[in-house]
C-alpha cells in the first residue's frame, strides 16, 4: 500500500526558510514522478513543482522560481521541497503527490504559514 507522509511545515516569518521533507513506503518510489502542491483557505490547490523519477528534470511555478528546490533521494524513498525567501501569500497546506501512468498518490498535507 502507498504511503506518503509529509514534514516539516510550521510557522515562519517572511523571508524565511523551510524544507518539507515527503516520505515514502511501499512501493518502489524511484519509478514515480514526485510533485508538490499547495492550497490556500478558499483557493485551489496548485501545482508548486515538480521533479521526474529520476531527478534529472523539474519543473516551477512562476510564482515559487528562483525560491524553492525541488529535490529527491530515490536511495531514502524521500522527497523535499526546499522554500526560501518565504511571502505571506505562500501560506497554504502543502501536499507531496507522486505519479506514474494512471496512477496518482497523495499525502496528508502540511501547514506552512508565513506570518510576521
Known amino acids: 500500500q502507498v504511503q506518503l507522509v509529509e514534514s516539516g511545515g510550521g510557522l515562519v516569518q517572511p523571508g524565511g526558510s523551510l524544507r518539507l521533507s515527503c516520505a515514502a513506503s511501499?512501493?518502489?518510489?524511484?519509478?514515480?514522478?514526485m510533485e508538490w502542491y499547495r492550497q490556500a483557505p478558499g483557493k485551489e490547490r496548485e501545482l508548486v513543482a515538480t521533479?521526474?523519477?529520476?531527478?534529472?528534470?523539474?519543473y516551477y511555478a512562476d510564482s515559487v522560481k528562483g525560491r524553492f528546490t525541488i529535490s529527491r533521494d530515490n536511495a531514502e524513498k524521500m522527497g523535499y521541497l526546499q522554500m526560501n525567501s518565504l511571502k505571506p501569500e505562500d501560506t497554504a497546506v502543502y501536499y507531496c503527490?507522486?505519479?506514474?501512468?494512471?496512477?496518482?498518490?497523495w499525502g496528508q498535507g502540511t501547514q506552512v504559514t508565513v506570518s510576521s
Open positions: 503527490s507522486v505519479y506514474w501512468r494512471v496512477e496518482r498518490y
Open positions: 511501499g512501493y518502489t518510489f524511484s519509478v514515480y514522478h
Open positions: 521533479i521526474t523519477s529520476g531527478g534529472y528534470s523539474t
